[in-house]
């Protein structure tokens, strides 16, 4: 890590991302129609983010909170990738078009156990479903 990402963030109180919206807002009250209300919803001018979160690792950290899945195996992470591809679409389609995005997180095991070539593919899909600010 740098040094001054260190002085930079060491002391900022940042949002810690495990899962959105954040488990005591699960509810089973929650259903598809009132998540497709919330993404026809926002607000079409208002700066989004994108939280994507991949529940498998190829080892468990000692500092691990998060929901994942320890495997040694790629299918898992092929099948799921398959289905968060599905859901991008998703998203993207029932939301403001294109929607406004600055800020991207991956979560979960996305930054180890995704293989390169399908990290730049979802990462290219994002590009093309959502309208990504220069900042971004
Ligand atoms: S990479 Fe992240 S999700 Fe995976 S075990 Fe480590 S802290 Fe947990």
Not at 59 to 64: D, E, R
């Amino acid at each position: 890590m740098q040094p001054s990402a260190l002085q930079k963030y060491g002391e900022a109180r940042l949002p810690r991302y495990t899962s959105y919206p954040p488990s005591p807002e699960f509810s089973p009250t929650v259903g598809s129609d009132t998540y497709a209300a919330w993404l026809s919803g926002l607000p079409s001018a208002a700066p989004a983010s994108l939280y994507l979160h991949v529940p498998f690792c190829r080892s468990m950290c000692w500092y691990c909170g998060c929901h994942t899945t320890i495997t040694a195996k790629d299918q898992p992470v092929v099948e799921y990738l398959d289905l968060l591809r599905k859901e991008i679409d998703m998203v993207a389609t029932r939301a403001p078009q294109p929607l406004p995005v600055d800020r991207v997180h991956f979560v979960g095991g996305t930054p180890t156990i995704v293989a390169p070539a399908d990290f730049v593919a979802l990462t290219d899909l994002l590009l093309d479903r959502f309208g990504f600010a220069d900042a971004a």
